[in-house]
């Protein structure tokens, strides 16, 4: 694996089926580059377990988060996957960069903000969630960080973090970004004020594993317009559809179906039918190899295995020059 290249590092939590918005916010992506970066992908078990769980549950939902890489195009000889808790060196750091981080800039989170509003209060696991996430990155030295847009505001604490450390202690982090200038924010298809999101349950979104007549439901009964915006824009139900279509349709049937739209002559029903077609195309390759990687389950063993072995090793030596220039080693 090559030692030069640009590293890009992204992370998924093991909190239930991954959807179509984590597949492009994240997946796709890091698949999609895999070639030009040195690219490690993490199983986030760690911050998973900030929220209520079920810890009969979380193997399977490892493993399946793991199967949803592999069948989404990410390629173990090319990148490194691997589980968070599997390499201790994510939580150490995350200490040490505890030690600058404000606290006024994690209660500033709107993840914290909109988890402490529903709940009332917070553990202090989802005040120090962003440390963590910067430490992933950090131990890696990543510089590009595909994640949806929901992350950006945690993706530039890890920036200020790695600036920060910079200044202290000496050139060491490079500053991450993410990979796309316009990160992706899928809607929930029942409610498309909100994202698509595992917390809202099926009826949000569409699963990677969801066969082609849950598909078509779930697209069939999609909100569209709602009435209440303006005739101006796109209403963004509408707006959502039309982003699945350019994700699973090709260009031309895209611009063929914008410009119905525009003429006012688009029946929804007919959108909808068409993307349906066309999200159940796009997703059957991937839900093949996810079946096929299922009936190997040492393969998928040892990936995360070899991952961990391999993330280590960079962890490791990452952490040590960290120690080293605050005074520790
Ligand atoms: P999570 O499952 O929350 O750990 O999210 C994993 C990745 O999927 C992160 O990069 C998120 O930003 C991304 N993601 C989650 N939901 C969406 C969505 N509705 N649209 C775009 N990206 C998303
Ligand atoms: N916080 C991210 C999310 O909820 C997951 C994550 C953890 C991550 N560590 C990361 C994403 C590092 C990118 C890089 O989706």
Known sequence: MAKDKPVLFTGIRPTGELHLGNYLGAIQPAATHQEQFTSYLCVVDLHAITTPYEPKKMPDLIRGITLDYLAGGIDPDKSTLFIQSHVPAHVELMWLLNTITPIGELQRMVQYK??????????????????LMAADILLYKGIAVPVGDDQSQHLEMASDLAKKFNRLYGETFPIPKNTADNPPRIKALHDPSKQMAKSLGPKSYIAMTDDA??????????????????????????????????????????????EHHQEGGLQYAELKAVLADHLIEYLKPIQERRAKLEKDPDYVVKVLTDGAERAREVADATLREVKEKMGLL
């Not at 402490?116 to 553990?123: L, P």
């Not at 439901?217 to 101006?232: H, L, Q, R």
């Not at 796109?234 to 611009?255: C, D, R, Y």
């Open 114 to 131: 909109e988890f402490t509003k529903r709940h009332g209060d917070a553990q202090a696991g989802i005040l120090n969630y962003p440390i």
């Open 213 to 258: 007549d849950t598909i078509r439901k779930k697209i069939m009964s999609a909100v569209t317009d709602t009435g209440d915006g303006n005739n101006e824009e796109m209403a963004p139900g509408v707006a959502n559809l039309f982003t699945l279509l350019e994700l699973s349709a090709p260009q031309e049937t895209v611009k063929h179906m914008r």
